[in-house]
Structure formats: C-alpha cells, structure tokens
C-alpha cells in the first residue's frame, strides 16, 4: 500500500515537506491503541513528494490509568514526540489532545490500517500547506 501512497504523493507538484509521524499500534499494520494507553508508537518519516518510510519503533509508558492522567506525565509523554508533526491513534483524549497542540503536534484520531492514516495525514498536511 506504501506504493499507493508513493505515486498518489508523486502526482502532487507542490515544494516537498519532509515530517514524522508517531503511530499507535500493537500489530505494526493497524491504528488501534488509545494514545494514553499505548506502549508502542510506530515512527514513520513522510516526504510528500516520495511517499513514507518506517523510521523506528517508539516503546512508552502508557499515561491513562482507569480513565485519568496526570497532568505532569502527559507532559513527559508529550516529550517523547517533539520530532514528530503528527501523533495518530484510534482514540485521543482531550488532555493529550491539549498536551500535544501545546507542542505544535497535530493529533488525530484514524483507527484502521497504518497505511490509510499515513494516507490521510499526508492529505490533511498537504491541504494545510495551502494556507502557509
């Protein structure tokens, strides 16, 4: 499917945009971890005019205990993150969700495969170049 991605990210003209984003899943193949409970991130690096890579395997220490976090460890996990434009999950919690844009990390919520969520960032990111 990284193919797909590669000639559909081959038929845009614009300038390239080279940026990371950090992944939540257990299999390596779907989007199916909530953010705060995941323990592995996968690290993919996108280059809007090539397609993406699979950077590196990220292991955390998930931050939602029974519905809640503290404050100061979702700050900590937010850290893990900084070199990533975009952190996706199946399911984000308002915290992290104010934690992340507080460091400029755009998180979404996209269960389904890896591919279809690098897909739609890498739409999503292409469409907010418009506006720069």
């Not at 590669?6 to 390239?16: F, I, M, R």
């Not at 992290?96 to 279809?116: F, K």
């Amino acid at each position: 499917m990284a193919d797909a991605v590669s000639s559909t990210v081959e038929s845009q003209t614009s300038a390239s945009s080279t940026y990371r984003v950090a992944v939540a899943s257990t299999d390596g193949e779907n989007v199916n971890t909530h953010y705060g409970k995941a323990e592995i991130f996968y690290i993919y690096t996108v280059d809007d005019e090539v397609g993406y890579d699979f950077f590196e395997i990220r292991k955390v220490t998930p931050v939602c205990q029974d519905g809640s976090h503290n404050k100061t460890a979702m700050e900590q996990s937010v850290l893990q993150f900084t070199d990533c434009r975009y952190v996706v999950a199946s399911r984000v919690g308002s915290g992290a969700v104010q934690a992340l844009s507080s460091a400029n990390i755009t998180s979404m919520e996209l269960p389904g495969s890896i591919d279809d969520a690098i897909l739609k960032v890498w739409k999503y990111n292409r469409i907010q170049g418009l506006f720069d």
